[in-house]
């Protein structure tokens, strides 16, 4: 008797090969049998007019923290996301000494737009090392985690307060290589870094400071492992962004390392750009280097509100400078003087975006009639204009008034879906557990399978299912994974085709200090199989049992399931 068997699914094994008609059995955390399977399952699920594809990968994700109190990732796991890989854009929480922990909030905060009280009172501060935190993220784990280990965290670990002032000397670039080989053996991944973030007080990140030498020998190590090398490049400037690349190329040929820099958006003002840098993506393949764009799915959407800071003014320094360092009596003061308001609205009058923001929501009755509309037609209906109906309802409401800029770029159909199917794309740069009040980061991969596959038939189910399972394992080095085969880890995904896809965006309040964010319910999605154990289903929700793993390794695990 297996412990489970999936029967009558339409398996899309994620090798890109035609779908095919087949039973899959599955003993402990392995696929034991793919074909008609007579033998009973100790579990059954009927997959009839459902798909059956490997579990989706998730390369660009900051669930670094929500882990701490939440091993599902939720709602990550209901999309089909089996693996995650937090510790993006040279971030990480570990390895972290306890003087640099609040230095770590602060930059989460600013750059990933990660809340405080979500820090003060949803983490514990128990750990020090990467293998520590390894250690606490794995208890209640429901989710596969393959973890990237941040620049700037190992160089405040080595050069402390240095670390956010300048090049490393030699013995300190030794020590960060001999830290880095510390978090490869405990289970990273790869190394992350970044060329283009700032910290809380508005300064370079720590890894800004690293010089060529310094990458250079940190991808020596990586190439003793064969591992990633993932960066934020300059992604506002087109020349920078090819320079890093071709950085990149000569990394990946020098120590013969996959390479990965995120992201890659297609905006109307940028298309002849987007080319140049495929163009030299294409070039460096061709001389055998490794180096994975990665793109995303969704249009740009960002919602915001005055009480927090939001990156979508970081353009607008007067502006970002209130919201950065401003208490919200502060902020309503500088709204109300006549003069500051002047200079603010003078400011913002070089963007012309602003009549097509809608009122997403509002407190008072009073301005109830006014949600769901743009600036544009409540400036109408006050006699006014968009950026003074803007901070008017804003006051009114105590900077409580929430705003939608939607659709901003990477919008077109066309474009986007070329570079999806592009041969040397990576489908990622969702952010999954950042950002969390300016856009939902969850539902990217029900927005492929709906928006490109079904509606505009853009690519085939089964071209699809490659991008996001086997293509990803293959780029990150995850084994036996990322494919239907006998002998592979059983991460699994049910869903039906013709109604895969994102629900609509909502605020829920979720987040540990009474805090919110905005999610995406899974919609079409039957079943989620990690580690060979029903992790979710649409009926029945998340597991109480957990199987989730820390890749590479693989740890065997056998337990059986009890489904909430």
């Known amino acids: 008797m297996y412990d489970l068997v999936i029967r009558n699914g339409t398996v899309v094994d994620g090798s890109g090969l035609p779908s095919y008609k087949a039973d899959i059995a599955i003993s402990g955390n392995r696929i034991a ?19 059956v594809s490997p579990g989706f990968i998730d390369p660009h994700t900051h669930f670094d923290a929500q882990l701490l109190w939440d091993g599902y990732a939720k709602p990550a796991l209901s999309h089909g996301v089996t693996t995650i890989v937090p510790g993006n854009c040279s971030l990480s929480l570990a390895p972290l000494k306890e003087k640099h922990r609040m230095k770590l909030v602060g930059m989460f905060n600013q750059i990933e ?4 009280k979500a820090f003060k009172e949803g983490v514990v501060w128990d750990w020090e090392t990467f293998s520590e935190y ?5 208890k209640g784990l429901a989710i596969n985690v393959a973890p990237l280990v941040g620049h700037s965290v190992i160089r405040l670990w080595v050069m402390g307060d240095a670390a956010m002032e300048r090049t490393a000397n030699a013995d300190e670039i030794a020590g960060m290589q001999a830290v880095l ?21 508005l300064q370079p990140v720590p890894s800004r400071y690293a010089d060529a030498d310094e990458v250079d020998a940190l991808a ?6 064969g591992r990633i090398l993932q960066i934020v490049p300059e992604f506002y400037d087109p020349d920078l962004t090819i320079a890093r690349l071709d950085q990149l190329a000569e990394l990946s040929l020098k120590y013969s390392i996959p ?6 958006f297609v905006n109307a003002d940028n298309v002849e750009a987007v080319d140049r840098v495929m163009a030299r993506v294409d070039e460096q393949f061709a001389r055998g280097a490794r180096v994975w764009p990665q793109v995303q799915t969704r249009p740009i959407d960002i919602s915001f509100c005055f009480a927090v ?3 979508m003014f970081i353009r607008l320094a007067s502006w970002y400078k209130i919201m950065r360092f401003g208490t919200p009596e502060q902020i309503m003061a500088a709204f109300s003087d006549a003069e500051t308001r002047k200079k603010l609205v003078a400011e913002a ?13 509002v407190n008072s009755e009073a301005n109830q009639k006014y949600v769901g509309k743009t600036l544009g037609e409540i400036a109408v209906m006050r006699g006014t204009t968009a950026i003074d109906a803007m901070i008017d309802l804003s006051l009114e409401e105590k900077l409580d008034a929430h705003f939608m800029a939607a659709s901003m770029g990477h919008n077109s159909d066309e474009k986007v879906s070329s570079m999806l199917k592009h041969p040397r794309v990576h489908i990622g740069a969702s952010d999954g557990g950042a950002h969390i009040l300016s856009f939902s980061t969850y539902g990217d991969t029900g927005y492929l399978f709906g928006h490109f596959v079904r509606n505009l038939k853009a690519m085939s189910l089964e071209e699809a299912v490659k991008k996001v399972t086997s293509d990803t394992a293959a780029i990150w080095g995850i084994p036996e994974r990322g494919l239907i085969r006998a002998g592979y880890i059983a991460d699994l995904v049910i869903f039906d085709p013709s109604t895969i896809d994102r629900g609509e965006e909502v605020y829920v309040q979720d987040v540990p200090g009474d805090g919110s964010r905005y999610v995406r319910d899974a919609r079409g999605v039957d079943t989620v199989v990690v580690g060979g154990g029903v992790a979710w289903t649409a009926k029945k929700g998340y597991a109480k049992d957990t199987r989730g793993q820390i890749l590479p390794g693989i740890e065997a695990d056998a337990r059986s399931l009890e489904v909430a």
């Open 259 to 264: 390479t990965t820099f995120s992201p890659l």
């Open 113 to 116: 737009e990660m809340p405080l």
């Open 349 to 361: 009058e070089q963007f012309p975006i602003w009549p097509i923001l809608r009122l997403r929501a």
């Open 309 to 311: 800071p939001s990156l």
């Open 134 to 138: 390894i250690t606490r993220i794995r």
């Open 33 to 51: 049998k793919i074909g008609r399977v007579a033998e009973k399952g100790k579990k059954e699920v009927n997959a009839a007019g459902k798909v």
């Open 220 to 225: 020596s190590v990586l190439g003793e492992y």
């Open 181 to 201: 080989r510390e978090c490869l053996d405990a289970g990273a991944i790869g190394l992350s870094t970044s060329y283009v973030d700032m910290d809380e007080t």
